[in-house]
């Protein structure tokens, strides 16, 4: 114990609160259909460590009568590290958390694995396929993820995000379900500097095009939202 103790180590850590405001989200309409204006709080935590890495986050929605609260906790596990286009192979995992005030619940375990890449001109690249065993609150209680993360800067010029492309995956589902894909990017502008703040203090937009939104055929999203970020 006191061997692992000792080659435990956090290399470095980031935190951060946002707030997101936007209208066009599928998950809160009104009866006629049209998007509600809703707010969105996020705190989350991204780090590395000598046995891998760790990323969370809490999401919470308002707006109007709907509220919910929605998380993620990410951790993965270092199998191979090496040179090259490929610089390493991790072990993944994913617990998927939720619930809101329409009664909907929410408990998915993802596992799988994946590849850090480093990418010409770019922070961070990384390519996860996982299995998902889902709650049945729409249906689809299994499928399989692709995930991509990616980030860069230009500058102070920030571009990061995701992209979740989804199979469906139960063939008693019948055709009502398929596949899904969420393509989330954020485009900030960091405007420490500017401040004369140590962390960063990030403006800008986030866009979510999400097609087949939980996997139900033809429920579509494209929002945009205003961003606002600190860096803690």
Known sequence: LLSVSAQA???W???SISVLYGSDYEFNQDASGD???TTTMTLEHVSGHSWGGLFLFVDRHNGGAYSETYGEFSPTYNLVKMDGFVSGINAAMTYEFGSASNGQQ???FLWGAGVDLKVPGMD????????A???EAFGNSTDYQLTLAYGAHFGDIIIDGFLDYSFENDEDNGAFFTDSMNFTPQITYDLAPTLGLKNKFKVGVEYSYWTNQ???DGNDQSAVSLLLKAHL
Do not use: K, P, R
Not at 124 to 131: D, E, H, I, Q, V
């Open 35 to 37: 998007g509600v204006d």
């Open 133 to 135: 065993d889902n709650t």
């Open 214 to 216: 939980f996997g139900i």
């Open 124 to 131: 961070f690249a990384s390519a996860t396929l996982y299995y």
């Open 106 to 108: 929410l408990d998915n």
């Open 13 to 15: 850590a980031d935190n």
């Open 9 to 11: 180590e956090q290399f």
